[in-house]
Every structure is written in C-alpha cells, then in structure tokens.
C-alpha cells in the first residue's frame, strides 16, 4: 500500500511539474559502430565514472610503431565485435584520440584464466562471447549476457562510484578478475606503476599511475565485494628488473594484501548458487584511496542496485527534461540521444569532500564551485559550451572556474588547449578555452573576475614559444616551414584573438581590443586571391607552391582540407565574402563544396573521416566546417541554409549503432544536431546572435535556469517542408536572420512557418 502512494505521488509530481519520462530515447549504442566512437555503458550527468564494456585489446603499438587498428576502439567498445574483454570504468566519449580504460573488471567461471585470450579464439582467455540480442544499454544502465560463462553482467554509477551486478551459475569456480594492466590506447610501458592492498575480504583499495594522452595520471580507487571473497591472488608480467628489493622472502602470487609492480591481474575466487548475483562497488579518485572509500561510503550506501539504478535514471531525466520537444520518434530518439551526449563530457573532477589533484599534481579543494576535466575544447568550443550557455549556466561557470584553477596552477601560466586528468595533452590548435570564457562573460554567466579571466586569455594568447604564436604576432601568420599546421592554426588564432577583442570591449579595455582586433584580422594573409583558397605562406611571404586544396596532407591543415577550411572566418563572414567575389560568387563557392565529389585519395589521407561522414566535399565528420551551412545567410540565398541543415541532420544523425557520420568529439557532434533541430545555431561565439536555420522538431519548450520558458513553435512541418517562410518572435516579425541570446534567456516564442519552396524574398542580413 506505502508502495502504491508512493507511486501515485510521484506521479502527481511529475504532472505538476510537467516532467516526462524520456529516458527511453537515449539510445546509447547510437555512434558505437563505425566512426562515432562513443561508448554503450553507464554514467550519469557529466559523472566521473564511465563503467563500460571492452571488446577487444588492440595495442597502441605495433612493431614499434602506431597501430592504426587501435583508432576504431578510442572508446574501448567496437559495436562489430562479438566478444566482450571486461568492464572498466573511465571511457572518452566519441574522441579521435583516447586514454583510458582503467581497472578492468571480468566475471568469470570454470578454471580460472588470467589471460584476456584473442577475438578469434575467446575461450582461450578470459574474454567471452557476446550477442546484441542479450544486451541492453540505457542512459546509466548496462546489462549483457556472457555467452561463455553464462553470466549476466549489469552495471550502473552514480557520479563517482560504479556498480557492478552479476549473476553467476552454480558453480564453485567462479571468479572475478581485477585487470589492473588493461587499459585504451595501451602500449607496453604506459603502466607506470600499480599498488593494490586488500584490506579484508570485502575490501580493496590501490591506485594506478599511466604515461599516455594524460603524461602523468593517477587514479585511485577503493573496490567493495558483496560477498567475502574465498580465496584471491595475482599474476605479475613485469620484465626482470636487476634490483628486486627483499619482497621475494613472502609468496605473493595468492592471499598475500600488499601487491605492487606494473603489470598485475588479479583474480577474487567464489563459490556461487544458481542465479546468484554477486555485486562490487567501485569508486574512484584523482587524490587518495581514502577519498575512494569516502566516495564510496558516500554516494552508495547499500547493495541495493536497482535503487541506483533508478537514482542514475532519475538524474537523466531531469536533465533531458530541460527540453521538451514534439516531433517523429525517429527525431525523439536522436534529439535525446544527442542531449545524452552532451551531459556526458567534461566530467566531475573533484571528490565528495571537494578535494581534487590539480595541474601541478598537489591536492586542492574546489571552493564554491565544482571542479570538471576533460575539455576537447577545439571540438567544444563551436557548440557544446555555447549550448550549456543557455542549459547549463551554471555548470558553464563551474566549468570556467575549473579553467581559471588550471591557468592558475599552471608553470606555463596558459589555459587548457585539452585537459585531462590533471593534465594537459596539448591535442589540436588553436587556443579556445578564451572562446569559451569570452562567451561566457559576455553573456554574464562567468561569476568570477572576469578582468583575471581576460588576463589569462592575453597570458595564453601571448605565449611566444607555443605552437608559433611568436612568429604568429610578429608576421601576422606562421609560416608552413615552421608548421604543418601553419594555416589552420592561423585561421583559429585570428578567431579566438576576436574573441579576446569582444570580452576586451565588453570590459572596456580600449588598448586591449584594439590589439587583438587588428589580430583577428589575420586570417587574411592565408587567404590566396589568385586561388580564392586559403594557402600556407612561406617566412617570405610567397605561397607554398604544390597546392592542393583537396588534400589533407601537408597542406597546412589539422583535420581537414582547403575547401573546408577557406571558410573558417566565423568572426567575419561579410569580410569573407568580399575577398571572394561578393555574395552571388561566394553561394555559389558553398554550393560547390557541397556538391563536389572527394576523390578516393582524400579518405586514404585520414583515418578519421569517411564517405559516411561528408556532403559533397563538405566534411561534417567532423569539426572546423560545423558552421559553414550557416554561411548562406550572409548571402542573398539565405534559404540554401535551410536546405543544407535540413540534409545533413537527415544524413549524418541517425537512430542506429553506425548512426553518426564521424567522431562525437565529447558531444560537439551532438550539440550541433540539437542547435539545428531547434532551428537556429552560433556561427561565431563570442556573439550574441545565432544564425536562423530550419528546425526539425514540431515544437520544442526550453525550461530555462531563470525560470523561465522559451518555446519554438513550428508550422507546417515536415520532411518535404524545409523552407523556412516566415519568423516570428513573440509575434512580430523577426527583423533578421538571427536571434539574440538575450530574447531567448528573456523567455518567449518563436514561431517558424514552413513550406515546400524557397521564400526568396526573405533576406534579412
């Protein structure tokens, strides 16, 4: 009867507050096959803890050198795979690049193998079988069936604590296996060193320390047994070393509670029933063991998993409840899968009592705010923090915060390029967390001094000895002799330099903005008149000659060719299309890109891209041309944007394992599709404006952090339906092809109205 009140109440809350249930969208095993690279198992809001499955052990190196069949597992899971190595609790989410994979967990039953065995011979190892027919993969919920012990592995997490569920056989070989040398992208030195002490038979506590994308990293953790475990033991790989110490006075490869060394396996042996489920709680901590256990003791306090599992599930809908949409189940799903894969990234850097290990590998506290890692901000910077401007301030601050503690704590006193773990790996160009601050200050988000906060954005933008920056400010670009990525990194700098300018301008700092406006200006001095592309430039000031602007390869672009990177100006669009031509000329350049057919040669040039994830030439697989559909705004055909959005969320988002065209790049992919669905999208932030589009949703109500309410209203919608005819906020004409951040934070209605043709003569730019 209390079951049954309980209940009716909560449904009564829900109706009252108006909160649906949309866990059942989020399909997590969309973007697991293919290019997408993002991972099936459990997390929670921007958690710490990514509990997911392994499938296969690809090393990073192979014969010495890189092994390009590890790029297909960045997430530790490969959808094409039929066996399942382990569960481990840190993943990336979509990256092209990966780390990772830490503390591998394996049921098994029978005799006790410590080997993880190969793809095409799984029983000769501890690996097993596995059918998508007998797995399940919910937002913060698991479950699979090991076919070759017949075990049926669940798991969920809380922020910093995942839990395990499994359900053995009878049987009196059972075991759990602790693989302390697994890992993503793992070589064979990337261990460093692992500690392990066992404190009873429940309890387990130690830390891992790897060399790889984060230089220096180390975990803890502290791992909790339902049941007393009979016996325990361990298998040690390392190489012979001339110096043992005196530890080989004590038999340590079973029941022996201190294990040290770098390449160990553990294994936990049981006796089960039939049907008995064994369960593990497993927390983890960038500063001790004991903030482990802490973590632990204080996120999950019994052995009741379901109850966990629906606290995981709760929080994922609260979160997918900020927007509400009307729209094709077909649509429902992606949307939400999309805002799932936004909510996951950066992650909760600090321990329930606030402690965390910082930049400088000491223990700090976060004080009034949260600490977060894992910033892919040359993917995030475009989409995902500017969505969080208007989702999640709050978190977008916290985030900030977390940026100013690194610049702080920094020797080089710069701020993130991409961090991770208490680390920065330096991964992709440009310097964009000064976008990310700069939007946030100007939309006054950032509750911090945002005098400090612009001093660090000069600090970093200034560093002479970092990615030519030096001969950036002297030349105005940097020369292809000094980089591969001379033209790219220009083109970025010139942008986050603008971006600088207007948080200068928004603090009246005069001499400041004049600085870096004349700086953003750079992007001009690659860009070829003769050609109309944007070229490397030699120290002389000649361009490079031998250009391709098919190419990827040597041609002074990271991740992309000329045809994509030409229009890399998100900050100056109009003076963009005057170097080329005017605005009938420069449409007529962007249908090219999007109607042009890449030759065979492109994709051998690049292991991230496939035909899967481009349009013609236009690459959406991935990130530097993200805003260029937008682009026809600017011109006199503007409703070529419409179409184009319209065809890419068709063909790029799907509700299938294989349904994203290229990497999500820590929910950058994603956060385009949801910008776009509701119909609009920042071109350039550090502006206040977002660019019209064409929705693809029936109608959308965002539930704002003030309170209050913006609805996107949308008429005569449907697939044949792309044009956008008229534009309406609060009624009244939409003066623009644009929206101003402010009249959405206001509250309000837009309304769009559909129809099947162009409406030529809306030009509002």
């Not at 509990?51 to 990073?60: C, K, N, Q, V």
């Not at 053995?168 to 992208?185: C, N, Q, R, V, W």
């Not at 600090?459 to 002479?464: M, Y």
């Not at 591969?484 to 986050?496: M, P």
Request: proline share 4%.
């Amino acid at each position: 009867m209390k079951h049954l009140l309980f209940v009716i109440l909560l449904l009564h809350i829900n109706l009252v507050f108006g909160q649906q249930n949309l866990v059942p969208y989020v399909k997590p095993i969309i973007g697991s096959e293919k290019m997408g690279h993002t991972y099936p198992g459990a997390t929670v809001p921007f958690g710490a803890v990514q509990l997911s499955p392994e499938t296969d052990t690809i090393s990073y190196e192979l014969n010495g050198k890189y092994n390009g069949a590890v790029y297909q597992y960045c997430a530790g899971y490969k959808y094409e795979d039929k066996t399942i190595v382990g569960f481990s609790h840190t993943h990336l989410s979509g990256t092209g690049h990966s780390d990772l994979g830490d503390f591998l967990i394996m049921p098994t039953q029978g005799k006790l193998q410590l080997n993880p065995g190969t793809a095409t011979k799984a029983k000769s190892g501890f690996r097993s079988a596995f059918s998508h027919v007998n797995e399940i993969a919910e937002a913060g919920y698991y479950k699979v069936k090991l076919d070759d012990h017949n075990i049926i592995a669940e798991m969920t997490t809380t922020t910093r604590v995942g839990m395990h569920q499994y359900s053995f056989p009878k049987s009196d070989e059972s075991h759990i296996i602790l693989d302390l040398m697994a890992g993503i992208y793992n070589y064979d030195e990337k261990d460093v060193w692992t500690f392990v002490r066992v404190i009873n038979d429940t309890l387990v506590t130690g830390y891992r320390q790897t060399n790889g994308w984060a230089r220096t990293r180390t975990v803890y953790f502290a791992m909790s047994f339902s049941k007393p475990f009979l016996n325990y033991g361990q298998k040690n790989d390392d190489d012979k070393q001339p110096y043992h110490g005196f530890w080989g006075k004590f038999d340590q490869s079973k029941n022996f509670p201190e294990i040290a060394g770098k390449k160990i396996r553990m294994y936990f042996d049981f006796k089960t029933a039939e049907a008995e489920k064994i369960k593990i709680k497993f927390a983890l901590s960038s500063v001790s063991q004991q903030n482990a256990l802490e973590n632990m003791q204080s996120e999950i306090k019994d052995w009741d998993f379901e109850k966990v599992k629906s606290s995981a599930q709760k929080l994922w809908n609260t979160e997918l409840n900020k927007i509400k949409i009307e729209a094709s189940e077909d649509t429902k799903v992606n949307f939400y899968t999309a805002m799932y894969h936004t909510f996951i990234n950066p992650t909760v850097y600090t321990d329930v009592n606030g402690e965390y290990k910082g930049l400088d590998q000491n223990t700090h506290v976060a004080e009034g705010f949260t600490n977060y890692s894992t910033f892919s901000l040359w993917d995030t910077y475009r989409a995902l923090h500017p969505f969080f401007n208007i989702i999640q301030p709050s978190r977008n601050n916290d985030m900030i915060q977390s940026m100013m503690a690194h610049y702080h704590q920094s020797t080089l006193h710069m701020l993130p390029i991409w961090s991770h773990y208490s680390n920065d790996n330096w991964c992709m160009s440009g310097y964009h967390s000064v976008s990310v601050i700069a939007d946030a200050i100007i939309k006054d988000i950032y509750k911090g001094d945002a005098n400090e906060a612009l001093n660090a954005c000069i600090a970093t933008a200034t560093h002479r000895n970092y990615e030519g920056i030096g001969t950036y400010i002297d030349l105005g670009f940097i020369p292809a002799e000094k980089s591969g990525v001379s033209v790219s990194n220009t083109l970025e700098y010139a942008y986050d330099d603008w971006c600088i300018a207007q948080l200068a301008k928004k603090l009246n700092r005069q001499d400041v903005y004049e600085t870096f406006m004349k700086r953003s200006q750079n992007w001009q001095n690659n860009f070829n008149p003769i050609t109309g592309f944007m070229q490397p430039k030699l120290t002389d000031g000649t361009f490079k000659t031998n250009f391709d602007a098919m190419s990827t390869n040597g041609q002074g672009f990271i991740e992309g060719n000329s045809w994509n990177y030409s229009f890399f100006v998100p900050q100056n669009p109009s003076g963009l299309i005057d170097k080329m031509g005017g605005s009938t000329a420069f449409a007529n350049r962007l249908d090219t890109l999007f109607s042009m057919h890449l030759p065979d040669s492109f994709f051998a040039e690049t292991e991230d891209i496939t035909r899967e994830g481009i349009i013609g030439g236009y690459v959406h697989g991935n990130e530097p041309a993200h805003h260029v559909a937008y682009l026809y705004n600017w011109t006199n055909q503007p409703w070529k944007t419409q179409f184009q959005v319209r065809k890419i969320m068709a063909m790029q988002y799907k509700p299938t394992p294989d349904g994203l065209g290229g990497n999500d790049d820590c929910g950058q992919m994603s956060a385009w599709y949801i910008f776009s669905a509701l119909g609009f999208y920042p071109v350039a932030p550090g502006s206040n404006d977002y660019a019209i589009g064409s929705p693809s949703v029936n109608n959308a109500t965002l539930t704002l952090e003030n309170g209050k309410t913006f609805t996107i209203d949308v008429v005569n919608q449907n697939a044949k339906n792309v044009f956008v005819q008229k534009v309406l906020l609060n009624g009244k004409p939409l003066p623009t092809l644009f929206i101003n951040y402010n009249d959405i934070m206001a509250g309000g209605k837009l309304t769009f109205q559909m129809g099947s043709k162009p409406k030529k003569t809306i030009r509002f730019f």
